[in-house]
């Protein structure tokens, strides 16, 4: 998740940084960098949607485990939405630090490849990318949300989980 906000924060930057522009051949590829963020955040979807469709299978058995305790399934969706939320919390702020920190590593990367020269100047594209990610271009953030909401929902929802659990201790 770190990996992808990262991902999504640079190619948004790129896609909207003005040294990037003023290279030659900067406007065709800020084009290509911004379809590259739908691209991008297809992939988020679908890789978030497989990740957490996985590690719920993987925890089968621990929730089957809470629900002999006592526990039931309304404090089991409780507790799984609090781990995401904490989750999805942590991989937005270290994703988007390190993708603010490595932003210009890739616009100078960028110039090179291009063959301009950029002068080094912090990035300043900082607040109109956050609003990307947290307005209407938060593809990422929504995501992440659908994502874990649906794992959620589909253990909450399910009359049989405490049934099909198969407990081998040992």
């Known amino acids: 998740c770190v990996g992808m906000t990262m991902m999504f924060y640079i190619i948004c930057f790129l896609s909207a940084s003005k040294s990037v522009a003023d290279m030659p051949g ?5 084009t290509i960098l911004s379809l590259g963020t739908g691209v991008i955040g297809f992939f988020a979807l679908v890789f978030l949607f497989y990740t957490n469709s996985f ?7 621990e929730f089957g485990l809470y629900n002999i305790l006592g526990m039931g ?3 089991i969706a409780r507790i799984l939405i609090w781990e995401t939320l904490f989750i999805a919390v942590i991989s937005l702020v270290c994703g988007l630090f390190c993708g603010i920190l490595f932003s210009k590593a890739a616009e100078l990367m960028m110039a090179r490849m291009l063959g301009a020269a950029v002068d080094f100047v912090p990035p300043q594209g900082g607040l109109f990318v956050w609003a990307r990610l947290t307005g209407a271009g938060g593809k990422l953030r929504d995501a992440l ?3 874990d909401l649906c794992c959620v929902d589909q ?5 049989e989980a405490a049934h099909c659990i198969d407990l081998h201790l040992g």
């Open 26 to 30: 900067g406007a065709s590829m800020q």
């Open 55 to 61: 590690l719920i299978r993987k925890r089968k058995k």
């Open 73 to 75: 399934k309304k404090n």
């Open 145 to 147: 949300v659908a994502a």
């Open 155 to 159: 253990i909450y929802r399910s009359t």
